[in-house]
């Protein structure tokens, strides 16, 4: 049966040119009508479509027309067709972020890579880590720290030097950036159900930023984050190229 397909690109020129090749080869259905969406962009891309369609429960196969394309597959005008018929199927779970503000405005946000806290201003971060309401660090000093998925596990999560997480692996990573105390501290793998929650010590003399992915909000009090099992992002690859298959090919690069 003939698929019917949703073709989105980001801004980047050659996203475009290819949308544009392969709506004259294929057609093109609004995204509400469409059997699979293809994104055509790079990784931030994905995520940005990830989210956008959500509420549609439509599987994506990216094609890579960005820079690093982990989540995408490769490029090519022919056979798509066979393709999506052929691709592999990945289910992840985003992680859900609540966060207050020092004015006590309430920002919540999906991430499917990561949440992070970064520090906003000269000096270092001061935190204080809770796991399921119970206090685990009293202090982290530091230029900041994320939880990551497993799916987000290679992007910032690994160029923290956090652990990659194989993709079926039911945990989370809370990895810290740039630790001055205590100095030695790597992180944790913390079980998927886990609720994680940031205090910023003295918010307003060492600002803090809390980011989810992309989205980001200033001058933050508290983060809480738990995993969101509600929402389930469906990305398609090609047989053999699954996320799997990328995440233990990526720890012998």
Not at 107 to 129: C, D, F, M, T, Y
Not at 188 to 195: F, G, M, T, Y
């Amino acid at each position: 049966m003939t698929k019917r397909i949703a073709f989105l690109a980001s801004d980047a020129k050659v996203a475009q040119t290819a949308r544009d090749a392969l709506v004259a080869r294929y057609g093109n259905a609004a995204p509400r009508d469409a059997d699979v969406v293809v994104a055509l962009g790079g990784d931030g891309f994905m995520l940005h479509t990830l989210q956008g369609i959500q509420h549609l429960n439509t599987p994506v196969y990216g094609m890579n027309r960005g820079t690093i394309g982990f989540l995408m597959n490769e490029y090519a005008e022919t056979d798509l067709m066979t393709r999506l018929a052929e691709a592999e199927e990945e289910v992840i779970n985003p992680l859900t972020m609540t966060a207050m503000d020092q004015a006590g405005k309430t920002h919540k946000a999906l991430a499917i890579n990561e949440v992070s806290l970064l520090r906003a201003g000269p000096q270092a971060a001061r935190l204080r880590i809770s796991i399921d309401g119970r206090v685990r660090m009293d202090e982290l000093v530091c230029d900041g720290a994320l939880l990551s998925t497993p799916a987000g596990s290679t992007a910032y999560n690994y160029s923290a030097h956090g652990p990659i997480v194989p993709i079926g692996a039911d945990v989370l990573a809370l990895t810290p950036i740039a630790a001055f105390r205590p100095r030695r501290w790597r992180g944790a793998l913390l079980p998927k159900v886990a609720q994680v929650r940031f205090d910023v010590i003295e918010a307003d003399k060492r600002p803090v930023i809390v980011a989810a992915d992309s989205i980001s909000f200033p001058d933050i009090d508290w983060v809480e984050i738990s995993s969101e099992p509600a929402v389930q992002h469906r990305i398609l690859f090609d047989p053999g190229h699954g996320l799997e298959e990328r995440l233990i090919s990526e720890q012998f690069t």
